[in-house]
């Protein structure tokens, strides 16, 4: 079946610390990955995506590459600040599926001054 | 890119009666949209694939009699919630897929409807 994995939080960082999130997922297909970040009290937004093996996804110093061979796409940041805290998740899909998505259970970060 | 609204982004309502909750996208034409529930803390559960023009395709386990779905245009998709009891108190959340961007799959999701049943 298809499914994701995700590192379990709470994930608690100073300020300018290094992040990273795991996430593995398992597919019956090439999978599109996803991280999508989820601030309290909203929906979800997009913050990077890889549609192919060794794609690296990135925006807002955010990083996830598309390891195809480790079915990985960890999610880095160098330095994280206060205004990142929030949930992240990461999903697959696949178009086959009818683009349904499936995401890991999600991964609170809080970032302390 | 593509924009997706939710009305009402906040209800609250007395046990037994029923909820509406709108689904928008603003800018482009959804032939698909999908709902899902969200619960304290824990990720989201899809409840329903909804399609413009047909029924919608509910998954395992949720009631299609008590989460109607209606799609009838292709910028409108309405989740309605009968005879709401506390249990059905969670975060609703819609999405869809902008067509023009099948390639990469990438899905718009809306702000999020929170609904609490007393």
């Known amino acids: 079946g298809n499914s994701v994995t995700q590192m379990e939080g709470p994930v608690t960082l100073s300020e300018e610390a290094f992040l990273t999130i795991n996430c593995t997922y398992t597919?019956?297909?090439?999978?599109?990955l996803f991280w999508y970040v989820q601030y309290p009290g909203e929906g979800l937004q997009l913050l990077l995506k890889?549609?192919?093996?060794?794609d690296k996804g990135s925006n807002k110093g955010f990083e996830a590459t598309y390891r195809k061979e480790t079915t990985s796409f960890h999610l880095e940041k160098g330095s994280v600040q206060v205004s990142d805290s929030a949930v992240y998740f990461c999903?697959?899909?696949?178009?086959?599926?009818?683009?349904?998505?499936?995401f890991g259970t999600g991964t609170s970060l809080t970032v302390i001054p | 890119g593509a924009v997706v609204s939710q009305h009402p982004s906040w209800v609250i309502c007395k046990s037994g009666t029923s909820v509406k909750i709108e689904c928008r996208s603003l800018?482009?034409?959804?032939?698909?949209m999908f709902w899902y529930r969200q619960f304290p803390k824990q990720s989201l559960m899809l409840m329903a694939t909804?399609?413009?023009?047909?029924?919608?395709?509910?998954e395992q386990g949720v009631e299609k009699d008590k989460f109607l779905i209606n799609h009838a245009s292709l910028t409108l998709s309405t989740l309605t919630v009968t005879s709401a009891h506390p249990e059905d108190s969670s975060f609703y959340i819609c999405s869809s897929i902008h067509q023009g961007d099948r390639t990469d799959n990438e899905q718009f999701f809306g702000p999020g409807t929170r609904l609490t049943v007393l």
């Open positions: 999903a697959l899909t696949l178009t086959y599926t009818g683009n349904q998505f499936y």
């Open positions: 800018d482009f034409q959804a032939t698909t």
């Open positions: 597919a019956t297909g090439y999978p599109s």
């Open positions: 890889a549609t192919k093996a060794d």
């Open positions: 909804s399609n413009e023009g047909s029924k919608a395709t509910y």
